[in-house]
């Protein structure tokens, strides 16, 4: 039982893909978070560009 115990805590085995595995966990991570904060910069945006036009409709005296 000793020597099972000690050659499981040797075999490093998969201990590389649990490291890539890790690491695309963090890009995951980080790309979430990327598109999360230009998604609602882009939102503002789009809300302004709207407002714009239509403020520039309504001054212009044309309807929709």
Not at 15 to 43: C, D, F, K
Not at 52 to 62: D, E, H, I, M, V
């Amino acid at each position: 039982m000793y020597n099972l115990v000690r050659k499981f805590l040797a075999d490093e085995c998969g201990a590389t893909s649990i490291e890539y595995g890790l690491i695309a966990a963090g890009i995951g991570v980080a790309l979430i978070t990327l598109v999360g904060q230009v998604g609602g910069e882009l939102r503002s945006l789009f809300e302004n560009l709207q407002t714009g036009l239509q403020n520039f409709n309504a001054s212009s005296g044309t309807t929709q």
